[in-house]
């Protein structure tokens, strides 16, 4: 295998573990149980979504002799040339998202607004989830596989879940509230 394969396993690898780990994060945190695995998977996750874009910086490296971040970070288009390109820009968003969430729960101690509001930054880990969807099933390497298509499916159903279980208890706080006047 040469180099540009390697990186490109890696990078399929890291990509197909993070959408995993982000599921099985969602699903702890709407459960609000096993809060210490939470936040270990948490840091596995991040590490694996902070890996991928890493990878397809060295795979661009390798193709055009030049370490391009302004391309993997920052190079958001709305009107793109290729269609690949308006793709990539999800996993940007995605990326973004989580790493905003990721922050607002590590500075919580030291930001006095975040110590009372990181949750509701922590919510944007549910729509990251829908961002990376959209980048993994239109644009990763293995996603016309019937095993990534079932790998997918779980994945949403999962998460479809942990929203649907978070607004019920949502739901039934609001009306424990009511009822004690709280």
């Not at 990534?148 to 998460?159: E, L, R, T």
Request: proline fraction near 2%; hydrophobic fraction near 50%; aromatic fraction near 16%.
């Amino acid at each position: 295998m040469t180099n540009l394969e390697i990186i490109n396993l890696l990078q399929r690898i890291t990509g197909l573990v993070a959408l995993g780990l982000i599921t099985f994060q969602i699903y702890l945190g709407a459960s609000q149980k096993a809060i210490k695995f939470h936040k270990l998977n948490g840091i596995l996750a991040y590490t694996f979504i902070l890996i991928h874009p890493i990878l397809f910086l060295l795979s661009r490296k390798i193709i055009y002799d030049r370490f391009d971040f302004y391309y993997i970070f920052v190079d958001a288009c709305v009107i793109c040339d290729k269609p690949y390109d308006f793709l990539i820009n999800f996993g940007r968003i995605a990326f973004y998202l989580i790493t905003t969430a990721v922050l607002a729960v590590k500075l919580r101690g030291v930001v006095p607004w975040l110590k009372t509001n990181w949750r509701k930054l922590h919510v944007l880990n549910y729509l990251a989830f829908y961002f990376v969807s959209l980048h993994s099933i239109n644009i990763g390497t293995d996603s016309r596989s019937t095993w990534f298509i079932v790998y997918f499916a779980v994945c949403q159903i999962i998460v479809l879940y942990s929203i649907i279980n978070r607004l019920k208890r949502a739901n039934f706080a609001v009306k424990l509230k009511s009822m004690f006047g709280r």
